[in-house]
């Protein structure tokens, strides 16, 4: 397993930015896809997007493609979440998730096998 600490949430008004880090504890070479979820309050941990570490294919949850870019960076070992014209339904908690070894379905929670604490976004309307 990978620790994982995500950063950059915050409070944003409608129509902003964030960018969202995840910095994994070792090498990024044996993990073969990194991902992002989130969970509002009452309601279930759902897929935002995933990369795969080698080639960096992406795939993205109907409700952010177009808005959120996920990218990596491998001398830093760290995967982005770059959030743009939110809206008040982006606020949640997002949660970083890694896998290292290979996995189909990355959209299922159960592809993943380490995950982050989670970070705060708030989107004020």
């Known amino acids: 397993q990978v620790q994982l600490v995500e950063s950059g949430g915050g409070l944003v008004q409608a129509g902003g930015s964030l960018r969202l880090s995840c910095a994994a504890s070792r090498r990024t070479f044996s993990i073969y896809a990194m991902g992002w979820f989130r969970q509002a309050p009452g309601k279930e941990r759902e897929f935002v997007a995933t990369i795969r570490w080698s080639g960096g294919s992406t795939y993205y949850a109907d409700s952010v493609k177009g808005r959120f870019t996920i990218s990596r960076d491998n001398a830093k070992n760290t995967v982005y979440l770059q959030m743009n014209s939110l809206k008040p339904e982006d606020t949640a908690v997002y949660y970083c998730?890694?896998?290292?070894?290979?996995?189909?379905?990355?959209?299922?929670?159960?592809?993943?096998?380490?995950w982050g604490q989670g970070t705060q976004v708030t989107v004020s309307s």
């Open positions: 998730a890694a896998v290292d070894y290979s996995s189909n379905y990355l959209q299922l929670q159960s592809a993943y096998n380490s």
